[in-house]
């Protein structure tokens, strides 16, 4: 067992870089690296190759089928969460990077707190019941106890003001 673990070593330190280039290569991602060396390893471990002469064919085909399970967990994970947003909420999960998401947020929290600000409570709350809640104008109505031409009246009037002052500050949107 000693002498397989240190050739198992030595295959390791041997054949790190060529098996980091290739999953470079298969673009698996930073974070996901050192899981599937792992897994790659303990595979050699389980069940070594017959002949050593084909170490490095070995590894390949080892390294490319854990990176296609990979990409299969991730597409079910994928699958599973969008089927939970469209059955458990109202939500769409979207395909773009978190962060231009999270900037997209931060800006219309911003537009929220400007409004708050400097629109009347009524407008207000009809934008935020129909931007935030998700609401139509007739349920805002009727949770309002307004009518539902008001309730429109109060949206259009508010979003006008508030496109017209991103107008005002399209030059500069750190004004928000």
């Known amino acids: 067992m000693q002498d397989e673990t240190c050739s198992i070593h030595e295959i390791y330190l041997q054949y790190k870089g060529y098996v980091l280039a290739i ?3 298969h673009r698996v991602e930073p ?3 050192e899981d599937v060396l792992q897994e790659v390893f303990l595979s050699l471990i389980k069940n070594p190759p017959q002949n050593p002469k084909t170490i490095k064919t070995y590894l390949y085909r080892t390294i490319t089928n854990h990176c296609i399970d990979l990409y299969r967990r991730k597409q ?29 947020v931060e800006q219309i929290q911003k537009i929220f707190d400007w409004m ?29 106890k307004k009518n539902k031409t008001t309730v429109a009246s ?5 979003m006008k003001t508030i496109r017209e002052k991103q107008a005002q500050n399209n030059r500069d949107p750190e004004v928000w």
């Open 23 to 25: 999953l470079h290569y």
């Open 31 to 33: 974070h996901d690296i």
């Open 76 to 104: 079910t994970k994928k699958k599973h969460l969008h089927q939970y947003a469209v059955d458990f909420r109202r939500y769409r999960i979207p395909d773009e990077d978190p962060a231009v998401v999270f900037s997209r």
């Open 116 to 144: 708050e600000e400097a629109l009347p409570a009524y407008m207000v709350t009809a934008i935020k019941l129909r931007y935030q809640e998700n609401l139509n104008n007739g349920q805002i109505a009727q949770k309002l």
């Open 154 to 158: 109060y949206i259009s009037t508010g």
